[in-house]
C-alpha cells in the first residue's frame, strides 16, 4: 500500500524552538508539498519541490524552510516557532502535471498536530 | 490565482438519502480533479480522481463526474451512511504542478 509517512502525530514546542517536520513518501513521486490547515482557512501552501534540492514558496513560506535532500523526504523547518504557527500541518505527494491517474494522484500524509505553546 | 468553490459548505441528511456536493472552478484548462475525504483530526484520503479527458468516475456507491466547458464537478453518494459523515475536498491540478483545493463541504448523515 502505498503511502506518505509524517514522522510526528502530535507535537508540543516552545516559543522560539526550532523544529523540524518530516515526511517521506515511498511512491516515488517527483513532486512534495506541504500545507497548514486552519478552522475557517482551509489549505495553505507552505513550500513544494518538484524535484530533489529543488524548492518553491507557496502561499505562506514566511516562517518557515525546507529541505530536500532526497527524492522521498521532504522537510518542514520552523526556524523559531511561534504561537501563530500552532496549526495542522499536512504533507503530500505526487507525479509531475498531467501524470496522475487513478491510483497514483495527490497522496497526503495523516498529518501532524503542532501546538507551539 | 484559480478559485476552487464548494457548494454547500455544510450538509446534514437521514441516513439513506442520496445527495450531491458540488465544486465549482474558474479555470477550464485543468489537467485532472480529485475529491477527498478528510474525518476530523486526520489527513486528507484520495476517494476518486478524474481526468480532464474523463467525464465520470465511480467507486463503490460514489460517483464523481466532471464538465470541464461549464467548470463543474459532483460528487454523488448513494444510499448516504453514518459512517459517510466527513469533510469532503476537491482539488484541481493544473499545468506546473498547481493544485488548487476547495473550502471542502462538511457532511452529517444522521442514523
Known amino acids: 500500500d502505498v503511502k506518505v509517512t509524517q514522522s510526528s502525530r502530535y507535537l508540543v514546542k516552545r516559543t522560539g524552538e526550532k523544529v523540524f517536520l518530516e515526511c517521506v513518501q515511498d511512491?516515488?513521486?517527483?513532486?512534495m508539498f506541504w500545507y497548514r490547515q486552519d478552522p475557517g482557512l482551509g489549505l495553505r501552501l507552505i513550500y513544494f519541490?518538484?524535484?530533489?534540492?529543488?524548492?518553491e514558496k507557496g502561499d505562506i513560506p514566511e516562517g518557515y524552510s525546507v529541505s530536500r535532500e532526497k527524492k522521498e523526504r521532504f522537510s518542514l523547518i520552523l526556524e523559531s516557532a511561534s504561537t501563530n504557527q500552532t496549526s495542522m500541518y499536512l504533507c503530500?505527494?505526487?507525479?509531475?502535471?498531467?501524470?496522475?491517474?487513478?491510483?497514483?494522484?495527490?497522496?497526503f500524509g495523516s498529518g501532524t498536530r503542532l501546538t507551539v505553546v | 490565482k484559480q478559485e476552487v468553490t464548494q457548494i454547500p459548505a455544510a450538509l446534514s441528511v437521514p441516513e439513506g438519502e442520496n445527495l450531491v456536493l458540488n465544486c465549482s472552478f474558474t479555470?477550464?484548462?485543468?489537467?485532472?480533479l480529485q475529491w477527498f475525504r478528510q474525518d476530523p483530526g486526520k489527513g486528507l484520503t484520495s476517494l476518486l480522481l478524474?481526468?480532464?479527458?474523463?467525464r465520470e468516475q465511480t467507486s463503490g456507491r460514489l460517483n464523481a463526474s466532471l464538465d470541464k466547458s461549464s467548470g463543474r464537478s459532483t460528487l454523488y453518494i448513494a444510499a448516504s451512511q453514518p459512517g459517510d459523515s466527513a469533510t469532503y475536498l476537491c482539488?484541481?491540478?493544473?499545468?506546473?504542478?498547481?493544485?488548487?483545493f476547495g473550502s471542502g463541504t462538511k457532511l452529517n448523515v444522521k442514523p
Open positions: 503530500a505527494s505526487s507525479l509531475p502535471s498531467g501524470q496522475s491517474t487513478l491510483n497514483y494522484g495527490y497522496t
Open positions: 479555470d477550464s484548462a485543468i489537467y485532472n
Open positions: 511512491m516515488d513521486h517527483e513532486n
Open positions: 478524474i481526468q480532464s479527458s474523463q
Open positions: 519541490s518538484y524535484d530533489v534540492k529543488m524548492k
Open positions: 482539488a484541481v491540478e493544473y499545468n506546473f504542478n498547481k493544485f488548487y
